[in-house]
């Protein structure tokens, strides 16, 4: 099936410090989104991006639709310690069909050591 | 807005028990909801997706008469887990999308289900 491969896998940095992640597929999407999940928590949406190029941010979270629409990055600057948690690209499969589910990437566990 | 709720949040049932997990979509109606099933430390799998009035469409491997999806209501759908085993054992979450923005899922906060 189709997937999305996220780097890193996990990061570990100091509060303050800016973070940079990525997702990458090999097919292209319409779509990407980007998700935050906290312990014992559902995901949250971040950020959703629906056309190649555009770059969207969050506060102090941007994320940016690839040019070749095979790929995303999400950059988090400033970093504070609520920041952790497991972050998800995710997007539509190429069989989305009608149901418009969604694929999801295997998550990017971020540590901010205060 | 687009608020998603689950109950209950945890459970703990006997081997051979089933549960029934709620999850409504508050201030939204939800044309779609999904559920997920997350393993620790892995990523979210798609169970089935349930369009309100239909039968629900499961992934493949999911069991469909082990994994009964009721979606009643658009704001309304249940997932109940008939005859739990220990191997049943995970979190499970729901998800709903509106119409309008139908790529976008919203989460509940998901439930922890225990079988002993």
């Known amino acids: 099936g189709q997937q999305l491969n996220q780097s890193p896998q996990s990061m570990f940095i100091q509060e303050g410090e800016d973070v940079s992640m990525n997702c990458t597929s090999s097919s292209i999407f319409n779509t990407w989104l980007w998700y935050k999940q906290e312990p014992g928590e559902g995901p949250v949406l971040l950020i959703a991006l629906y056309k190649a190029g555009e770059l969207t941010s969050n506060g102090r979270l941007t994320a940016q639709f690839g040019i070749t629409r095979k790929d995303s990055f999400l950059n988090i600057s400033a970093s504070i310690p609520s920041d952790v948690g497991i972050y998800f690209c995710?997007?539509?499969?190429?069989?989305?069909?009608?149901?418009?589910?969604?694929?999801f990437g295997k998550g990017t566990l971020l540590t901010v050591n205060p | 807005g687009a608020v998603v709720s689950q109950h209950p949040s945890r459970v703990i049932c006997k081997s051979g028990t089933s549960v029934k997990i709620e999850c409504r979509s508050l201030d939204f109606q939800a044309t779609t909801m999904f559920w997920y099933r997350q393993f620790p430390k892995k990523s979210l799998m798609l169970m089935a997706t349930?369009?309100?009035?239909?039968?629900?469409?499961?992934e493949q491997g999911v069991e469909k008469d082990k994994f009964l999806i009721n979606h009643a209501s658009l704001t309304l759908s249940t997932l109940t887990v008939t005859s739990a085993h220990p191997e049943d054992s995970s979190f499970y979450i729901c998800?709903?999308?509106?119409?309008?923005?139908?790529?976008?899922?919203?989460f509940g906060p998901g439930t922890r289900l225990t079988v002993t």
């Open positions: 995710a997007g539509p499969p190429s069989s989305g069909g009608s149901n418009y589910k969604l694929t």
């Open positions: 349930s369009n309100e009035g239909s039968k629900a469409t499961y």
């Open positions: 998800s709903a999308s509106t119409l309008k923005q139908s790529y976008e899922q919203y």
